[in-house]
């Protein structure tokens, strides 16, 4: 049986090693804290389908799988990206200090458009934090990111930060500042689009289970 979705958007977690991206996406798919902490073997590929306002969703989220412990993610990885998390640790200032390089890299070679979500992640390590909450949510203002704070171990805002995401995309897509149709958007439209006739936001004629996100 096929899946049926509206859209599909293709995410990337970008961010230094060692922030928690694997365990991030892992979370979000298996539900669970990913335990071994093999760099080389990191899952590379996950998709999950979503409800958010109404629309059925398909994320297919690219991790780096270590490539970015040699600097060398590539083109490719970036390219027709619709959404992004971008992850820092927040008992490290190290990993907080190079977010302004992956956001140019997100913008210049995903797209400008790219919506991006920051998270601070490692939330439950409090005692050993090195970057505040505020300062943070200042970076994310200045560079018009949306921001949350998660735990890959508890699963806290794990999910809230994709579902955001494509949240934030959809309300995009309905007020025309994305084109899904444009080359390289990184949104495809899904069989449930293509069976029905487009409709005005908050109306289903799907009787899938509502999520109240
Ligand atoms: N306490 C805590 N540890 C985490 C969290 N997320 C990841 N880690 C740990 O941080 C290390 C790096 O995680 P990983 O997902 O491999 O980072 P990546 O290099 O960005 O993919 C591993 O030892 C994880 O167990 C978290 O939310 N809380
Ligand atoms: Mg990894």
């Known amino acids: 049986m096929s899946e049926t979705y509206d859209f599909l958007f293709k995410f990337l977690v970008i961010g230094s090693a060692g922030a928690g991206k694997s365990c991030l996406l892992h ?27 109404g629309k059925t969703v398909k994320l297919q989220i690219w991790d780096t799988a270590g490539q970015e412990r040699f600097r060398s993610v590539t083109r490719s990885y970036y390219r027709g990206a619709a959404g992004a998390l971008l992850v820092y640790d927040i008992t490290s200032r190290e990993t907080y200090n190079t977010l302004t390089n992956w956001l140019t ?5 995903a797209s400008p458009n790219i919506v991006i979500i920051l998270c601070g992640n490692k939330k439950d390590l409090d005692a050993d934090r090195e970057v505040t909450f505020l300062e943070a949510s200042r970076f994310a203002q200045e560079n018009e990111l949306m921001f949350l704070e998660t735990s890959a171990l508890t699963g806290e805002n794990v999910e809230e930060a994709f579902l955001k995401c494509a949240r934030n995309i959809l309300n995009k897509i309905d007020s025309g500042e994305l084109d899904p149709e444009r080359m390289g958007s990184g949104i495809q439209y899904g069989d449930a689009s293509l069976r029905q006739p487009r409709q005005p936001r908050g109306t289903t004629t799907q009787s899938k289970q509502q999520c109240n996100c």
Do not use: P, W
């Open 105 to 109: 890299d997100a913008r210049t070679l």
């Open 27 to 53: 979370q979000f798919i298996e539900n669970k804290f990913k335990q071994d902490s093999n760099h080389t073997i990191g899952v590379e590929f996950g998709s999950r389908v979503v409800n958010v306002a």
